[in-house]
Nanobody, 121 residues
Framework: QVQLVESGGGLVQAGGSLRLSCAAS????????MGWFRQAPRKEREFVAT????????YYADSVKGRFTISRDNAKNTVYLQMNSLKPEDTAVYYC??????????????WGQGTQVTVSS
């Protein structure tokens, strides 16, 4: 069992930056790939980024490539999402998830409760 708690969301102006964190409980964190997904109002939840259990492989959605960076610290059981050059269309609830490295949601077994990111224009 893995419990995930996101933090770091908030309100930021367009062009600004935020860093999201996701703290995981349990001793098996370093055996899971970690992903970030987001859900905007009235839209389906969508893939943002994922990182392998070792941190050696990452994938990004085209919409965030070059602006967002996913990383992890296995010693701290934490995964991060550094978000730069934020746009109003990045406004969403951001979720972290643990599972297999994939861009599809059904590859992930464990989900956090989400953290709100709001980007004002």
């Amino acid at each position: 069992q893995v419990q995930l708690v996101e933090s770091g969301g908030g309100l930021v102006q367009a062009g600004g930056s935020l860093r999201l964190s996701c703290a995981a409980s349990g001793r098996t964190f370093n055996t899971y790939a970690m992903g970030w997904f987001r859900q905007a109002p009235r839209k389906e939840r969508e893939f943002v980024a994922t990182i392998s259990y070792s941190g050696g492989t990452t994938y990004y959605a085209d919409s965030v490539k070059g602006r967002f960076t996913i990383s992890r610290d296995n010693a701290k059981n934490t995964v991060y999402l550094q978000m730069n050059s934020l746009k109003p269309e990045d406004t969403a609830v951001y979720y972290c998830a643990a599972g297999r490295i994939s861009q599809t949601q059904d590859a992930y077994n464990y989900w956090g409760q989400g953290t709100q990111v709001t980007v004002s224009s």
